[in-house]
């Protein structure tokens, strides 16, 4: 089942911080989140397993609370480059493919 | 050193005729996977090797589409009577080892079916 992200497009100026986040309805194993941008190759972020671990990749950091099966990716201080759009892929179990959610489009503006 | 490529960029034909695209996957790596992804959508998983074998096909949409993977390093696309709806970019990302690895994508083939 396609998990739900939200917001579904924010816009930032520089500098600002943002959360999106990732919900689904089903129990996870792991949620990996990746950057888009237009016309681009979706671009590896972060994976998170389950036991509730943030990890952190540059500014850029993300929680998981398996008990909630939800997934917040946190953008500080915000920069141009981070523009583009965010996807979360959940998957079930170890061995189960990705289920990406629609994205969220960030724009960052000066 | 060398990213994961897919050949061709672009691909335009009609309804009804086959095609194939090409994915190379990063040298050494065992894991290859195979997405589709719609403009505004993201990436639908179609189907995972292990190898040269399929581990998971689940995703392929009907009989019309078929992947090969012969030598565990290029994979093949197959899409047979291509329809309108098939329309997307075919995203193939490739992974040192099987999931929940990161995932290293390539730039796509967009294929458009007239």
């Known amino acids: 089942q396609q998990p739900v992200q939200s917001p579904q497009a924010v816009i930032l100026r520089e500098g600002e911080d943002a959360v999106i986040n990732c919900s689904s309805s089903?129990?996870?194993?792991?949620v990996h989140w990746y950057r888009q941008k237009h016309g681009e190759a979706p671009v590896f972020l972060m994976i998170?397993?389950?036991?509730?671990e943030q990890k952190g990749h540059e500014k850029i950091s993300a929680s998981f609370n398996e008990k909630k099966q939800q997934s917040s990716l946190y953008l500080t201080a915000s920069q141009l480059s981070y523009s583009g759009t965010y996807f979360c892929?959940?998957?079930?179990?170890?061995?189960?493919?990705?289920?990406f959610g629609k994205g969220t489009r960030l724009s960052v503006i000066a | 050193g060398a990213g994961v490529s897919q050949t061709p960029s672009n691909k335009v034909t009609e309804k009804g005729k086959y095609v194939e695209l090409r994915c190379d996957p990063i040298?050494?790596?065992?894991?290859l996977y195979w997405y589709r992804q719609s403009l505004g959508q993201g990436p639908e998983f179609l189907i995972y090797?292990?190898?040269?074998?399929?581990?998971?096909d689940s995703g392929l949409p009907n009989d019309r589409f078929f992947a090969v993977r012969p030598e565990g390093s290029v994979s093949t696309l197959k899409i047979q009577r291509t329809e309108r709806g098939d329309s997307a970019v075919y995203l193939c990302?490739?992974?040192?080892?099987?999931?929940?690895?990161?995932?290293?994508f390539g730039p796509g083939t967009r294929l458009t079916v007239l």
């Open positions: 990302a490739s992974s040192p080892r099987g999931p929940p690895g990161e995932q290293f």
């Open positions: 089903k129990a996870l194993y792991s």
């Open positions: 998170l397993l389950k036991g509730g």
């Open positions: 892929g959940t998957a079930a179990g170890g061995n189960t493919p990705l289920v």
């Open positions: 040298s050494g790596h065992t894991a």
């Open positions: 090797f292990q190898g040269t074998g399929a581990a998971d």
